[in-house]
């Protein structure tokens, strides 16, 4: 996922969520629906059935009827649980981790310790979310046995249901013996930020080879066994036509509306980061301004004597 904060980058608990768009009133996101088909899957994936965890299988239905969904960022059990509560279907433990979370510059210094931490703190946050974990830099690089190794051990100790890792014709053999060993894999093209220190942060694809080798490697990762392919940093009309190439579903992060989902780094979008922002991000909160308000208001109450009060005491 990109940084936090991108140097010389194009510039840019409460009451429960409301249910999902047509909705009954009165629906909540944390409101059970009725309406499963007979093989299990949730009728509709934001706000969907509760009674289990998202799966691969629900995303690729709903490629086939249509439905474009959200997936979010989290790093941890109590953020991760707010998202799971408010109906967010997938959830990525990215090594976004490394800007958002951890205090690196980059995504580049995060281990495959501190993923698997953190991973386990979601999936111990959520009950219905699909929790998918990045491959961090050097975690997959050597070979497919590496790859292997890794993804095995979030699966086995973390508990997340799917691994993402970065790159199209260099990470296909990767893929392809992940998938076949009955770990999902999520695909990474366009912009990779593991890859920083030779691409730099900057749309990716522009001119037409480079856009003939995306759409190559997008097809590529399909047919290696990727569910799905996140689309960073490129062009609009080119993630349209990868999202009509593929079977699978399209994520995109500053890829334009035609992609089959969208994610967002959940503290960009709810206004923690600080800071320039990248040009494709949203903030929908601003919490920065909301917690940074609170801690203020504790710190005067208690140097002015007004708390803690009677009712905040024992006797």
């Known amino acids: 996922m990109s940084p936090a904060q991108i140097p010389n980058a194009e510039a840019a608990q409460t009451p429960q969520a409301p249910g999902p768009p047509g909705a009954p009133e009165g629906t909540t996101a944390g409101t059970v629906r009725s309406g499963s088909s007979a093989t299990g899957s949730p009728s509709t994936l934001y706000g969907g059935a509760r009674n289990r965890r998202v799966t691969v299988r629900d995303l690729a239905a709903a490629k086939e009827r249509g439905e474009k969904w959200s997936m979010l960022t989290a790093y941890d059990a109590m953020t991760a649980s707010v998202f799971d509560e408010s109906g967010i279907p997938v959830l990525l433990v990215g090594d976004s981790m490394g800007n958002c979370h951890l205090g690196y510059e980059t995504t580049v210094p995060v281990t495959m310790d501190e993923m698997a931490l953190l991973s386990a703190?979601?999936?111990?946050?959520?009950?219905?979310?699909?929790?998918?974990?990045?491959?961090?830099?050097?975690?997959?690089?050597?070979?497919?046995?590496?790859?292997?190794?890794?993804a095995m051990r979030l699966v086995k100790e973390s508990g997340v249901g799917a691994v993402k890792l970065e790159g199209g014709e260099r990470s296909l053999a990767q893929t392809e013996l992940l998938a076949s060993a009955g770990i999902p894999v999520m695909a990474h093209l366009g912009l990779t930020p593991q890859s920083v220190n030779s691409m730099g942060y900057r749309v990716q694809a522009r001119n037409e080879q480079d856009a003939h080798e995306l759409l190559r490697d997008a097809k590529a990762a399909q047919q290696a066994g990727a569910f799905a392919v996140v689309l960073e940093m490129v062009p609009a009309q080119l993630a349209d036509e990868v999202s009509q190439a593929l079977q699978?579903?399209?994520?995109?992060?500053?890829?334009?509306?035609?992609?089959?989902?969208?994610?967002?780094?959940?503290?960009?979008?709810?206004?923690?980061?600080?800071?320039?922002?990248?040009?494709?991000?949203?903030?929908?909160?601003q919490l920065r301004e909301t917690l940074g308000g609170a801690a203020q208001a504790f710190a005067a109450e208690v140097a002015d004597g007004r708390f803690p009060l009677a009712e905040h005491s024992f006797n």
């Open 248 to 285: 699978v579903p399209t994520i995109g992060i500053g890829a334009g509306p035609h992609c089959d989902a969208q994610v967002l780094v959940w503290t960009d979008m709810a206004g923690l980061t600080p800071g320039r922002l990248p040009r494709f991000t949203k903030q929908y909160a």
């Open 121 to 150: 703190a979601v999936v111990r946050g959520t009950k219905r979310a699909l929790v998918v974990a990045d491959l961090p830099f050097g975690a997959y690089q050597e070979g497919p046995t590496q790859a292997l190794r890794n």
